[in-house]
């Protein structure tokens, strides 16, 4: 299992990346400036992160392995997408003063690039947390004392 601060580091590493893409990218797709597309992505992000921390430590506890199959890796990234858009959309449609299906759909491509990037990055983001933990287990296990009976 995770621990909070791993989780807090997942969130926080998956919205980092991501902002940097997302924001020159939409500001570039949707003709608005980048201080605007850039503030939203942060205040997006902020609630993503709190609710990624929340709806992956759910995950984790109905899949309770690092190891995880294709279909249960969608599952987290969709999951975790559809609950945050429903917050989101009506932010995006106060921020840049679009109308509600304007705000839907800018909001399914930030849905959609993150659905991605997630798929990406999380798996990456295992495979080095494993690699890490593994490596602290072996400095354990050669740091304690040895019982020589």
Avoid: C, Y
Wanted: net charge positive; glycine share 6%; aromatic share 10%.
């Amino acid at each position: 299992m995770r621990s909070k601060k791993e989780r807090l580091a997942q969130a926080g590493l998956l919205e980092l990346g991501g902002i940097l893409i997302v924001a020159p990218l939409s500001a570039l797709v949707t003709g608005h400036d980048l201080a605007s597309m850039g503030s939203l992505a942060v205040v997006m992000s902020t609630l993503a992160v709190i609710w990624s921390t929340v709806w992956n430590w759910m995950f984790d506890r109905w899949v309770p392995t690092r190891q995880r199959s294709a279909t249960q890796r969608i599952a987290q990234a969709l999951g975790f997408e559809l609950g945050l858009v429903l917050v989101t959309v009506f932010i995006v449609a106060a921020w840049l003063d679009l109308g509600l299906w304007q705000a839907l759909l800018l909001d399914l491509g930030f849905v959609a690039f993150f659905l991605v990037w997630a798929m990406i990055f999380n798996p990456l983001f295992d495979a080095v947390m494993s690699r890490l933990l593994a490596r602290k287990a072996a400095r354990e296990q050669q740091l304690a004392p040895h019982n020589t009976r």
